[in-house]
């Protein structure tokens, strides 16, 4: 039993899981990906492949064409883009001339896919532009074939700078996720001129420091009638190539797998060489372990993919989709090397899409109890929701549920702080065990040790399902004095039944999940004991709904107040959604990028990444209407109201991506 087996298996993978040399491979991907070019990437690509080719794991390095025009789903594939240099020189006012900004001494200071200039360059005026990103912002202010200065992302800015006539742009925006970056430190603009800079644009970055600097020096200059100019150097190109997703696979016995996914190509240590770096590691150690007698040949196969993120994904999903479908599990490793203290960060186990929530979700947690409940080396991490990244592939186009460990917040996240200074050898070391433990104990998993999951998965619910109840008995606490109290009383009452129910939805089809990992040995009694699991989650969910009616009524009866429901009639929203049933077009997730200029101008939505707006994509299985839709994604998010997701769903059906048909009686 996997159950008895657990800490023995976790001692044997920390004797072999170095820190150090995790740290060095870590050091070695991010020494050719920080300068995010595509010759760079195919570096980085080499060197993984060439390294689990050596540890004696299977590898195919998979080949994707980089032409700003392929589509996999609706992610189209950049353009190709390599650098040999690039410089911005502040040349008026004179007695400041100076150097500020190049690529070859910090990288990040280049937006990726910046467009050439001529070969000696360019010399135009610095315009500033408060709250660029406002369309109004520009009124009565002239930039064309001048280059925009802004505190702003250059994503936020880019459709005003092309449309407006500047030749380039200049950012200074913090940088950090969830945390500011030190001011002195560059942020990486990599989403600006996607996915193939149809204007000629460049963009640098500069630290929020010198940007200011710059800005106060435009606003003298301008309060005297004299303008700043800086001469750009851009020597690009964008052209048609391609990158490589390298797949590693150590065999198993049987024709399924469990998959390892995280994504190269970016320039940080921590994001996310770490993630690659750790995989690294794992499947080098596993590989020795098996060669040496000291763990068996796995059951089930187990997958390294070294991907592009998202991009990358979908286009391997999409060209092996045979592959995919023996994907019994997976896990994604995201920026898991910061040192907490240094990055401000917490590592965050991300759960499944609740429509896909499932076994993964309670071993992962109770392997991070485990790796991490040593109070000598205290880690700081928490379990939440399911957030967007390479665990796109748990979308039910796909099936594959995958846990994602990532680092959040972290200020030094897309910055040019983000180097191997920042990382934790210990970190990295014990989220290459508890990730290495994760894929073994699915790989090897038998009809006993789905017993023991099940187990755990029933915990695992039973455990969101009380949070809720806590959380609905402070509400009757709370409103139980109020002058309005027999209505909202009902209302909570209500709400807390339906949420309950909606526990033990998910319930059902988590618990099944087990059923996956039958070897047929012991099949019925392990089907047997999902039923009675998902009788003893709906008992207990049934049992606390009961204490809480019972709370409400003892309180409301002290405070001489009836609970009186009322029967609540639809609104004409309601009614309108009760009455559609969407049905995806597109397979996998959404980003809009392809999307015509006129669509795009309609659109106030921005998915590419979006947990919220590609959440009620999930739920869509061809017979759930728009407003049952609606309840699942206000309990898994609580984000949306029902106008918004009436007014998404209705963009999508004008862009193609979804049909809405009548339900039918």
């Known amino acids: 039993m996997l159950e008895g087996s657990l800490r023995g298996l976790l001692d044997v993978l920390s004797k072999r899981i170095d820190g150090d040399e995790v740290s060095r491979i870590v050091s070695d991907i991010w020494g050719s990906d920080r300068f995010f070019d595509f010759k760079s990437f195919g570096e980085t690509a080499s060197y993984c492949a060439e390294r689990l080719r050596k540890a004696g794991l299977e590898v195919e ?19 190709a883009w390599d650098v040999e ?20 001494e910090v990288p990040q200071s280049l937006f990726m896919y910046s467009a050439p200039t001529p070969e000696d360059g360019v010399v135009a005026e610095v315009v500033y532009v408060r709250d660029a990103d406002k369309p109004e912002s520009y009124e009565g202010v002239d930039i064309r074939g001048k280059i925009l200065l802004t505190e702003k992302p250059g994503s936020s800015v880019e459709r005003y700078a092309a449309s407006k006539g500047a030749i380039g742009i200049i950012s200074y925006k913090l940088g950090g996720h969830g945390v500011k970056a030190p001011p002195d430190v560059t942020a990486w603009e990599n989403a600006c001129f996607l996915p193939d800079n149809p204007k000629g644009l460049f963009g640098f970055s500069l630290p929020p420091e010198r940007g200011e600097w710059l800005k106060n020096l435009v606003l003298e200059a301008a309060s005297r009638g004299e303008k700043v100019r800086v001469k750009a150097v851009v020597k690009t190109r964008l052209y048609d190539g391609v990158f490589k997703v390298v797949s590693a696979l150590i065999p198993g016995s049987i ?43 796995p059951k089930r196969g187990l997958r390294f993919i070294f991907t592009f993120e998202c991009y990358g994904t979908m286009a391997y999903l999409l060209a092996h989709e045979k592959l995919a479908s023996k994907a019994l599990a997976g896990i994604n490793l995201d920026m898991v090397g910061g040192d907490q203290n240094k990055c401000l960060s917490v590592l965050e186990l991300c759960e499944n899409p609740h429509v896909a929530l499932s076994f993964t979700d309670a071993l992962a947690r109770r392997l991070m109890i485990e790796v991490f409940g040593d109070q000598a080396y205290p880690v700081r991490w ?9 665990n796109l592939i748990a979308d039910p186009c796909f099936g594959i549920p995958t846990p994602s460990i990532i680092g959040v917040p972290d200020r030094f996240w897309h910055t040019s702080g983000d180097t191997p200074e920042i990382l934790d050898k210990n970190l990295l070391a014990k989220i290459g065990v508890m990730s290495a433990a994760y894929m073994l104990l699915i790989a090897y998993a038998s009809d006993e040790d789905a017993l023991w999951l099940l187990e755990e998965t029933l915990s695992f619910l039973e455990s969101k399902a009380l949070r809720d109840v806590d959380r609905f008995r402070a509400s009757v606490y709370n409103v139980v004095a109020k002058r309005n109290a027999s209505e909202e009383l009902a209302t909570i009452l209500e709400e807390a039944e339906d949420k309950l129910r909606y526990w033990k939805e998910i319930g059902h089809h988590a618990l099944k999940s087990v059923l996956k990992l039958s070897d047929g040995g012991l099949s019925q009694v392990l089907e047997n004991a999902v039923e009675e699991a998902e009788a003893r989650l709906n008992a207990r969910v049934e049992e606390e709904l009961e204490n809480l009616r019972r709370l409400a009524e003892r309180l409301s009866k002290a405070r001489g107040v009836k609970i009186v429901r009322t029967e609540k009639k639809l609104s004409a929203d309601e009614k309108y959604a009760a009455s559609i049933v969407p049905k995806r077009l597109v ?22 990444y979006s947990t919220e707006l590609n959440t009620p994509l999930f739920w869509i299985d061809g017979r759930r209407s728009l407003l049952e839709i609606y309840r699942l994604v206000r309990y898994e998010t609580g984000r949306f109201d029902l106008r918004e997701l009436i007014e998404y769903f209705s963009f999508l059906e004008k862009a193609g991506y979804v049909k809405l048909e009548k339900k039918r009686a």
């Not at 410089?87 to 690529?103: I, K, N, S």
């Not at 997730?589 to 106030?604: A, H, I, N």
């Open 85 to 104: 240099d690039a410089y911005l020189t502040l040349v008026e006012p004179r007695e400041h001339a100076q150097v500020l900004a190049r690529y070859r």
């Open 255 to 297: 024709d399924e797998e469990v998959w390892a996914i995280g994504h190269l190509y970016e320039v940080g240590a921590n994001d996310n060489a770490s993630g690659c770096g750790v995989m690294m590691a794992v499947a080098e150690a596993i590989r020795r372990l098996i060669d040496e007698g000291r763990l068996p040949r």
């Open 382 to 390: 928490r379990p939440s929701g399911f957030m967007l990244d390479d």
């Open 61 to 79: 390095v998979f080949e994707v064409p980089a032409d700003g025009k392929t589509r996999f789903g609706d992610w189209i594939v950049p353009k």
């Open 587 to 608: 397979i996998g997730t959404l980003t809009f990028k392809g999307l015509p200029e006129e669509l795009r101008r309609l659109s106030r939505w921005e998915p590419a």
